[in-house]
């Protein structure tokens, strides 16, 4: 695991890894964790359309890869019948790996990454938009920009998003000012072939 990167994002390498993380139940309950912090499989349950037992089957998967450990519960107690399950970084990221297996797996792991994000998008419209106040609305980002780069320059947008984001990531929940709320921020970048 390397966390180099301005997030302290775990870094998934391995192929198995991503294949592993493709699962819809396995990326739902990493994303809960990682957003909401620590849980049992029974709350994790229900927010990950599984039952507790085969919750607890998936999130013992993630933790051989690292993504995820078990721990005493957050309140500091000792009571150990329940078992404690909390995600190791603040989120995760992958590089597509350049053998046919790894793409392979990074393709299945893209896929539902932009399936959750794109149902994420949906309860949002749907559940949290219409409560917002005017202001907070007003700042949901909704554009769709075509631009035409080389390879370095979107390497350079990348790296450029990821400098404006990473204090405010780093910070984390504790740290922000006492107004702040939420804001899940999802990219897409979407190459196009070369003769588009």
């Known amino acids: 695991m390397s966390l180099t990167n301005p997030y302290g994002d775990f870094e998934v390498t391995d192929p198995q890894a991503m294949r592993a993380l493709a699962h ?3 990326l739902a309950a990493l994303s809960y964790l990682q957003r909401n912090g620590p ?13 507790p ?11 051989t890869f690292g993504l995820v450990s078990d721990g005493p519960p957050p309140d500091g107690g000792t009571d150990r019948r329940q ?3 909390r995600a190791v970084a603040p989120g995760f990221r992958f590089e597509m790996p350049d053998t046919p297996d790894g793409r392979e797996a990074g393709r299945l792991l893209r896929a539902e990454m932009l399936t959750q994000a794109i149902n994420a998008a949906h309860q949002w419209l749907a559940e949290i938009e219409p409560e917002l106040d005017a ?3 007003g700042q949901a980002g909704s554009a769709n920009t075509r631009i035409r780069v080389t390879l370095e320059e979107a390497q350079h947008l990348e790296d450029a998003i990821e400098e404006l ?8 929940d504790a740290d922000a000012p006492p107004d702040a709320r939420g804001v899940r921020m999802i990219r897409l970048a979407l190459p196009e072939r070369a003769d588009s």
């Not at 849980?39 to 039952?51: D, F």
Request: net charge positive.
């Open 165 to 172: 984001f990473a204090p405010y990531v780093q910070r984390g």
């Open 39 to 51: 849980a049992t499989a029974t709350q994790l349950a229900e927010h990950v359309g599984a039952s």
């Open 83 to 85: 078992r404690w399950w």
């Open 24 to 26: 819809p139940v396995r």
């Open 135 to 137: 202001a907070w609305s």
């Open 53 to 63: 037992s085969v919750t607890s089957w998936h999130l013992r998967h993630l933790s």
